[in-house]
T-cell receptor
Framework: GENVEQHPSTLSVQEGDSAVIKCTYSDSASNYFPWYKQELGKRPQLIIDIRSNVGEKKDQRIAVTLNKTAKHFSLHITETQPEDSAVYFCAASWAGGYQKVTFGTGTKLQVIP | NAGVTQTPKFQVLKTGQSMTLQCAQDMNHEYMSWYRQDPGMGLRLIHYSVGAGITDQGEVPNGYNVSRSTTEDFPLRLLSAAPSQTSVYFC???????????FGSGTRLTVV
């Protein structure tokens, strides 16, 4: 089955700096890669996703890049703000299958004011 | 439109007891899943369903049963609770494959 590794497990940045979280996946058939943000005590919420026919996607301060050959994808947050502090999860699935989504172990991002 | 509703929010069980975690969605989503969240281990898939009457096992199915008699409901049953099942449980649904999940608010379960 699919295995998703996520690094780093914790990340501290100064407000205004950029943050990068990296994930690798094992199943070359995976073609859908969502990212979720989970604030303390809350449910995970989808913040951005990318499909394998696209190399990069941006939404305001958030961007995701995908390298299919290397089987890794990354989340980039620019101009970080204190409200970006949360746990971020990457995930991978095969959109042609049964929506069996495998998650990474999470990155706790702390933005220091 | 309530989204994904989970009940109860908190539960304490004694070892060996059984219970059902409820999950309902009102978005007409075909795909529903149950995950457990443990510190440092992310979200692990327990069971999932691709429509009424169709379920399958995920990564950590032992000790849990599911059924999907309607599109709206996807209950998770703990057959004989064990301390290792202490966790936060999330139900999630999506409209289609290759589309992001909507999560419920979670159930925090403690087995003593």
């Amino acid at each position: 089955g699919e295995n998703v590794e996520q690094h780093p497990s914790t990340l501290s940045v100064q407000e205004g700096d950029s943050a990068v979280i990296k994930c690798t996946y094992s199943d070359s058939a995976s073609n859908y890669f969502p990212w979720y943000k989970q604030e303390l005590g809350k449910r995970p919420q989808l913040i951005i996703d990318i499909r394998s026919n696209v190399g990069e996607k941006k939404d305001q301060r958030i961007a995701v890049t995908l390298n299919k050959t290397a089987k890794h994808f990354s989340l980039h947050i620019t101009e970080t703000q204190p409200e970006d502090s949360a746990v971020y999860f990457c995930a991978a699935s095969w959109a042609g299958g049964y929506q069996k989504v495998t998650f990474g172990t999470g990155t706790k991002l702390q933005v220091i004011p | 439109n309530a989204g994904v509703t989970q009940t109860p929010k908190f539960q304490v069980l004694k070892t060996g007891q059984s219970m059902t975690l409820q999950c309902a969605q009102d978005m007409n989503h075909e795909y529903m899943s149950w995950y457990r969240q443990d510190p440092g281990m992310g979200l692990r898939l327990i069971h999932y369903s691709v429509g009424a009457g169709i379920t399958d096992q995920g990564e950590v199915p032992n000790g849990y049963n599911v059924s999907r008699s309607t599109t709206e409901d996807f209950p998770l049953r703990l057959l004989s609770a064990a301390p290792s099942q202490t966790s936060v449980y999330f139900c999630a649904s999506s409209l289609d494959r290759g589309v992001g999940y909507t999560f419920g608010s979670g159930t925090r379960l403690t087995v003593v």
